[in-house]
């Protein structure tokens, strides 16, 4: 998380008390006015005669140090590049690679409102996605040290629901929003969204899903299908479990017994094998990006996914988030392991933001990928299966 400059605490507090109950009032318009699920799911398609092409936004962190004058202005800028990228590319699809908001610093119930800004560029062009979790969009409050230091913690009133007119209580505290809540209120209040809440007997983890990317002559034709799996961090360890990895084993057997159609993967905290492959100096290894700037901070064991990932032929690549210094591919097995580029201007570091791309065309099946910045420019084009 970035270290953003901090103010005295009477203008600290003042801000706080404005923010809240500014926020419960935009939180009661936004959801006002967002559209509820009224149409079935549906599979995604390839556009006739055009590839299939998809704008992966990474660490947005929205909500960031929200009581300051630095945060919000952090959430207008990741604004501002996920619009660039989706005006730049226009994407048929986009995913949210983790770390959508950095809930450690929302106040009382706020998420969903971060979780709804996150969404607005994407949402608002009509273009639909789907999203997992990373290991802040739980993660505990941190109380701010500085709140403690000249007077006494704030007294926090709470606004006004549509529903309560309350001075407290459960929904005005700092216990924070759940995975499962998370994902229950983007599925149930937008019909753009195609993620979904995953087994039950695979909680604590939440966003485990696979979609199927159909032909553009047969919707029952797939091209590809792409898997999505929450990483953990944030309420629980940071790790993808046996269990994660036998739900896969079964899921692929059941839709692809043969290993003959194409699988892309996605979750947010890179695998052990990221550590493996990551370059060092200036050997590259084959790696194709432009930010090699930290070293992988990978999952905290290593429980089956990867090994059992590398006997699938079918598997093409798998997307990661998290480290905002790296954004580079590196070919590992038979497959190729790739970072995202860091997208929101929450988060720490100070390089500049962008997303990464990818293209699947469908005859011949391929998939193609590059980095979109801030700034319009694309760099770092490779081919990760043809």
């Given amino acids: 998380m970035a270290k953003s400059p901090r103010m005295s605490s009477s203008t600290c507090f003042s801000l706080l008390f404005h923010l809240i109950l500014t926020v419960g009032l935009h939180h009661r318009q936004v959801r006002g006015t967002v559209s509820l699920r009224t149409t079935p799911e549906r599979n995604l398609q390839v556009p006739e005669n055009s590839p299939f092409k998809i704008a992966l936004f990474a660490d947005l962190h929205f909500g960031e140090d929200s009581w300051t004058d630095w945060g919000p202005q952090q959430d207008v800028n990741s604004v501002k590049v996920m619009s660039t990228v989706l005006d730049e590319e226009h994407p048929d699809f986009v995913i949210y690679l983790g770390d959508v908001i950095t809930a450690n610093n929302v106040l009382i119930q706020n998420a969903s409102l971060y979780w709804e800004q996150a969404l607005s560029p994407t949402r608002a062009r009509g273009i639909p996605w789907a999203s997992v979790f990373g290991n802040h969009d739980d993660a505990p409050f941190e109380w701010p040290m500085e709140w403690f230091s000249s007077t006494r913690v704030p007294q926090i009133h709470c606004p006004a629901s549509a529903n309560h007119s309350y001075s407290g209580g459960e929904d005005c505290s700092f216990r924070g929003t759940t995975r499962l809540e998370l994902m229950n209120y983007e599925i149930e209040h937008n019909t753009l969204s195609y993620s979904r809440s995953g087994p039950k007997d695979l909680w604590p983890s939440v966003s485990n899903y696979v979609l199927k990317l159909s032909s553009s002559s047969d919707p029952e034709l797939p091209v590809a299908f792409m898997y999505f799996l929450d990483s953990g961090g944030g309420s629980y360890p940071e790790v993808i479990s046996n269990t994660q990895t036998e739900w896969f084993r079964l899921k692929s ?103 990464r791309v990818l293209e699947i065309t469908q005859e011949p099946f391929s998939v193609k990928s590059w980095i979109r910045m801030e700034d319009g420019h694309s760099h770092s084009e490779v081919i990760l299966s043809s």
Wanted: with cysteine; charged share 20%; aromatic share 14%.
């Fill in 253 to 355: 057997q059941e839709i692809n017994p043969d290993a003959r159609v194409p699988e892309l993967i996605f979750w947010h905290i890179p695998s052990k094998a990221y550590k493996k492959v990551a370059p060092w100096f200036y050997a590259r290894k084959n790696c194709v990006g432009s930010l090699f700037m930290e070293s992988v901070a990978a999952q905290e064991a290593e429980l089956g996914m990867m090994k059992l990932l590398e006997k699938r032929p079918s598997v093409k690549a798998v997307f990661v988030g998290h480290n905002h210094g790296l954004d580079w591919c590196c070919p590992y097995k038979k497959m190729r392991l790739c970072f995202a580029r860091h997208t929101g201007y929450g988060g720490y570091g100070n390089w500049p933001r962008g997303a």
